[in-house]
C-alpha cells in the first residue's frame, strides 16, 4: 500500500515537473515570437511586449539574446514611450539614482533617465542597479506615450516639449565621460609605445651598424692576409724548386769536370 502511494506520488511529481518545464518553454517561444529585431541602433535591440516580472524572467531573457557581465540585460521603454525594447547594453551592472527610470534614445544608441517624482506610485525611492529594473514595473508600464504611473503626462505630447520631463543621471554622464577618458589614455599609451618600439627599433639598429661594420671589416681584412700569405707560400715553394733544379746541374757539371781530370791524370 505504501508502495503504491510513493509511486503515485513520484508519478504525480513527475508530471507537474514536465508541465513546468513545458510552460517555461512556451512562454519563452511565445516571448520569442513576439520579439523583432529594430533597426537603427548600434547594437541589436528587440521589441517586446513586455518585460520581466522578476529575476527568474530577467535571468531567462538575458540567455535567450545573448547578453552577458560585460553587455548587462535591460528592458526599457523607447524614448517615446511608445514601444518596449529589450537588448544586451555596452556597460555592464550599472547602479541608478532614485527618482530615476531609464529609456534608450536611438538615435545615440544610449540610455538617459526620465525623472519620476511625478508618478502617483512606483518611482524607486533608492539608488538601485540597471540589472534589477524589473523591481520597479512603474519604470516600465507605458501607453500611448505616457508612463502609466505619470499622472502630469499628456499623451502624444511631443518629444522635444518633454524635455522638461526627464534629465540625464549624473553618474551615468561621469560613468561614460570617464570611460571615455579611459579609451583615450589607453589610445594614448598605445601610440606612446609604439613610438617608443620604433624608436627602441633605431637605436637597436645603429647600435648593431658599428658590430656589422666590424665584422666586415674583419672579413676583409681576413681575406687580403689569406691571399698575400698565400702568395708568399707560392713564391717561396717556387724558389725552393728552382734551386732544387739548380743543384743537380751544378752536380752533372762537377762530376763530369772531376771525370775529365781522371783523363788527363791517366
Known amino acids: 500500500m505504501h508502495d503504491r502511494n510513493f509511486k503515485g506520488f513520484i508519478m504525480e511529481f513527475h ?45 531567462q531573457r538575458s540567455s535567450v539574446i545573448s547578453c552577458t557581465d560585460k553587455n548587462g540585460y535591460m528592458c526599457l521603454p523607447n524614448e517615446n514611450r511608445t514601444e518596449l525594447l529589450e537588448f544586451c547594453y555596452i556597460y555592464g551592472q550599472t547602479p541608478i539614482e532614485n527618482d530615476l527610470c531609464l529609456f534608450l534614445i536611438k538615435r545615440y544608441s544610449r540610455v538617459d533617465a526620465y525623472n519620476c517624482r511625478n508618478f502617483s506610485y512606483g518611482c524607486p525611492d533608492s539608488t538601485y542597479f540597471s540589472s534589477e529594473i524589473f523591481k520597479y514595473p512603474s519604470c516600465s ?22 524635455q522638461s520631463n526627464s534629465r540625464t543621471t549624473t553618474y551615468l554622464q561621469e560613468t561614460i565621460v570617464y ?34 661594420l666590424g665584422l666586415l671589416v674583419s672579413v676583409c681584412v681576413t681575406y687580403v692576409l689569406y691571399f698575400f700569405f698565400k702568395n708568399k707560400i707560392k713564391k717561396y715553394r717556387r ?26 791524370q791517366y
Open 179 to 212: 570611460m571615455e577618458e579611459t579609451t583615450i589614455y589607453r589610445n594614448k599609451t598605445t601610440v606612446l609605445l609604439e613610438i617608443q618600439n620604433e624608436q627602441s627599433k633605431e637605436r637597436f639598429a645603429w647600435a648593431l651598424f658599428p658590430a656589422f
Open 15 to 59: 508530471a507537474k515537473l514536465c508541465l513546468t518545464f513545458l510552460g517555461i518553454i512556451c512562454s519563452s517561444l511565445l516571448h520569442l515570437l513576439d520579439s523583432r529585431k529594430l533597426e537603427g541602433y548600434e547594437f541589436p535591440v528587440y521589441s517586446t511586449e513586455f518585460c520581466p516580472r522578476n529575476r527568474s524572467e530577467w535571468d
Open 141 to 162: 508600464q507605458i501607453e500611448n506615450g505616457c508612463f502609466l504611473a505619470d499622472s502630469t503626462c499628456k499623451s502624444h505630447i511631443p518629444e522635444e516639449n518633454m
Open 239 to 264: 724558389n725552393i724548386h728552382d734551386e732544387e733544379n739548380l743543384i743537380p746541374l751544378y752536380e752533372r757539371q762537377h762530376d763530369r769536370t772531376g771525370f775529365n781530370k781522371g783523363i788527363i
